[in-house]
Structures are given as structure tokens and as C-alpha cells.
């Protein structure tokens, strides 16, 4: 084949390729959409598994989303104080409300990503005091009134 007619066919294909994108966007975003709603309802109904689950789908989509961030810190926190924590729980609230903290630039979402992660932080230190492990102990408010005072009326 020549030179001009490989051209010709990797514009083509490169065309093909995007449209093709271009067309599954208004399908991503509805379905991106839809999770959030999901994950949304499922934190504010009080179940934290589902929550999380849904947050963790909207991650592995590519969200990256300060409010995204701070919901899932949420929903893992829940999950924590329902006493349905995984091992990890704590560490993956933490992370969510580090990222909504970086990836905000409103000062008021930065300053509650920033006392919510105070709070899990604290909460990871008395586990760790409780376990016999020496530990430097801030005072902090209870997980629980902190995530009453986070979560949405």
C-alpha cells in the first residue's frame, strides 16, 4: 500500500475511533448520573454498603470529583459506624476526604474535608491505642456527630 493511502486509511480509522466515542459519551455520563443518585439515595437512607459500592463503581469509571471524593469518605465512615467495616475502612474514608480536600477550591468543602479527616484520623488512633500500640492521641469529636453534621438534611 502507499504512503498516501496508509494515510488516508489511519485518518479514517482515527475518525472511525472518535465518533464512535463521541457517540457512547451521552451513555457514559447518563450511567455516571445514574450511580451517583444511586450512591447518593443509598448514604442518605442509611445503607453504607451500597453507598460504597457505587462511589467505588464511579471511581473505576474515571470520577474524580471533590464532592464525589468527600460522599465516598462518607459512605466508608458510614460504614465503619454501622459497624459493617471491612479492613480498610478507615483508610479509604481518609483518602476520599484528602482528595476532596485537593481537588476542591471551595474553602468551606475544604475546611469539612479537612475536620472530617481529623475525625477518622482520631478515630484510627484510638483503635490503635486501643490494641496497645503507642499512639499520639488529638481530641477530636465522636465519628458519629461529625458525620451527622457532614451528612446533607
Known sequence: ??????GALRVLLFASCA???LVDLPAQASEVDDLYTRARTALAEGRPQEATSAFEALADRGVLDAKVSFDRGLA???RVRAGADAPGDLGQAAHGFEEA???TRDPVVRARAQQAL??????????RARAGESVDLEKAPALGRVLVRLLPE
Request: proline content about 0%; aromatic content about 4%; glycine content about 8%.
Open 101 to 103: 480536600r485537593e481537588l
Open 1 to 6: 500500500m502507499k504512503a498516501a493511502g496508509r
Open 118 to 127: 481529623d475525625v477518622v484520623r482520631g478515630e484510627v488512633a484510638r483503635r
Open 76 to 78: 466508608y465512615a458510614a
Open 19 to 21: 465518533a464512535m466515542l
